[in-house]
């Protein structure tokens, strides 16, 4: 059974400042893995996708990076605005075509 | 282009009544999902419809939750009788098709009293 772990719960650093969220996940017998972004009292916003067969993912600021055969992923955020703070979710999809996110951490920048 | 539309975004219902929520899917979006989605945690797949044919509800709670996507568009889903519970909130995605980037909907926060 497929399980998504994400480390640290909740994170708080200064604007400006770069920063790696992690994301462990168990059967690496994945299709891909996305990350999202969740706004309080909204619904996730899809950020990166990678596929299994890809090692990385950027957009603007953003880098995530798959490594399947330690089943670890990585979100980089370059130099941080108070804009990102959200909720970041990992989520891998397994092989039976389910979504099965983390927890999420909990990201703070502090103008 | 719109997204993901959910309605109501939120409900307050005593225990044991009936409570349904909507969604419509992104034009053009085979692929439809429910979540729920508890406080601090990561939304868990409730149903997945491929067009209007359910192809994985082994998470519904069958007893009381139900849903359905009649035309392949919007789909609905119920909860009858709602317990405490069932507080939380509800997501709608969808996708082009399976293994696609899934877009939510906004979710609607559910309260049983």
């Known amino acids: 059974k497929q399980e998504v772990t994400q480390i640290p719960a909740a994170l708080s650093v200064p604007e400006g400042e770069n920063l790696v969220l992690n994301c462990s996940f168990t059967d690496s017998a994945i299709y891909n893995l996305q990350w999202f972004r969740q706004d309080p009292g909204k619904g996730l916003t899809s950020l990166l996708l990678?596929?299994?067969?890809?090692r990385e993912q950027t957009s603007g600021r953003l880098n995530a990076s798959l490594d399947k055969s330690s089943g670890r992923s990585t979100l980089y955020i370059a130099a941080s605005q108070p804009g990102d703070s959200a909720t970041y979710l990992c989520a891998a999809y397994n092989q039976g075509g389910k979504l099965i996110f983390g927890q999420g951490t909990e990201l703070s920048v502090k103008p | 282009e719109a997204g993901v539309v959910q309605s109501p975004r939120y409900k307050i219902i005593e225990k044991k009544q009936p409570v349904a929520f909507w969604c419509n899917p992104i034009s053009g979006h085979n692929t439809l999902y429910w979540y729920l989605q508890n406080l601090g945690q990561g939304p868990e797949l409730l149903i997945r419809?491929?067009?209007?044919?359910?192809?994985?509800d082994s998470q519904l709670p069958k007893d009381r939750f139900s849903a359905e996507r009649l035309k392949g568009v919007d789909s609905t889903l119920k909860i009858q009788p709602a317990e405490l519970g069932d507080s939380a909130v509800y997501l709608c995605a969808s996708s082009l098709g399976w293994q696609e980037t899934q877009y939510f909907g906004p979710g609607t926060r559910l309260l049983v009293l």
């Open positions: 419809y491929e067009n209007e044919e359910a192809v994985d």
């Open positions: 990678i596929q299994s067969s890809q």
